[in-house]
């Protein structure tokens, strides 16, 4: 199977309006710049996006925000952003907050194939509205849904033309669990090689769960690597 593509706009070309898609990232470290800003190119409207946060102004989905094309945010941390926080309020944008560990969950049980599963988290709250309540060991937990989507995207440091994954540090993040829930898994990679060149014992994505991989350019480095001596 041919995964490689030229560049974003080939690998999200048949992203349509109304799609779902999960989005990896950690405040902005490891986010799918190219194919986020590939997305704004294209103009595809009323996107359902999946992503534990939605950017900033000028950076992330905030690119996607500002442009209208997104319809509903589904997020665990949503600061920060206020053309965000102006949809919200105005009744714009759909939102779905998520407790952190419950969206991360939800993600993973998808690439696993288990479709719902119990946590104690939002018990008591508004979180828990319309859910199955049940009790184990004299403790209540609320049912959680595997979340899925139509598209995953990605952003991965090396990546080989059979599509498997290697992140650096903590751009890991929710990118190895949101690369194997969507139908289609499309990633972006700072460095291409050839299979092989990859120690299979760093490869965090196997190709597999990959349908779509291209080089990436300009990814901004908006985080400066800084010293820092500890004190006796
Ligand atoms: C605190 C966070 O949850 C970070 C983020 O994704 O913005």
């Known amino acids: 199977m041919q995964k490689v593509v030229a560049n974003a ?4 070309a048949d992203i349509q309006d109304n799609a779902t898609i999960m989005l990896g990232g950690f405040g902005l470290c490891g986010i799918p710049e190219n194919s986020i800003e590939a997305l704004v190119r294209k103009g595809v409207k009323h996107l359902t996006c999946i992503s534990n946060n939605a950017g900033v102004d000028d950076f992330g989905l905030g ?7 997104i319809k509903k945010m589904m997020s665990s941390y949503v600061g920060e952003n206020a053309e965000f926080e102006r949809q919200l309020l105005s009744g714009e944008l759909e939102v779905d907050l998520i407790p952190q560990g419950t969206l991360a969950t939800r993600i993973q049980m998808a690439g696993m194939g288990i479709p719902a599963f119990y946590t104690p988290a939002g018990y008591g709250t508004e979180i828990a509205t319309g859910k199955e309540v049940r009790e184990f060991n004299n403790k209540m937990y609320l049912m959680e849904y595997a979340l899925h989507a139509d598209f995953s995207l ?5 990546g080989d033309r059979f599509g498997n994954l290697v992140f650096r540090k903590t751009t890991r993040n929710f990118s190895t669990s949101i690369a194997k829930a969507g139908n289609i898994t499309i990633a972006e990679v700072e460095h291409l090689v ?6 299979p014992d760093h490869i965090h994505v196997a190709g597999i769960y990959v ?13 400066e690597r800084k010293t820092v001596k500890m004190e006796k």
């Open 9 to 12: 706009d080939a690998a999200i």
């Open 63 to 69: 690119l996607l925000l500002k442009t209208r094309q």
């Open 154 to 158: 990605v952003k991965a440091w090396k």
């Open 194 to 199: 050839e299979p092989g060149e990859l120690d």
């Open 211 to 223: 349908h779509r991989i291209f080089q990436g350019t300009n990814y901004e480095k908006r985080i």
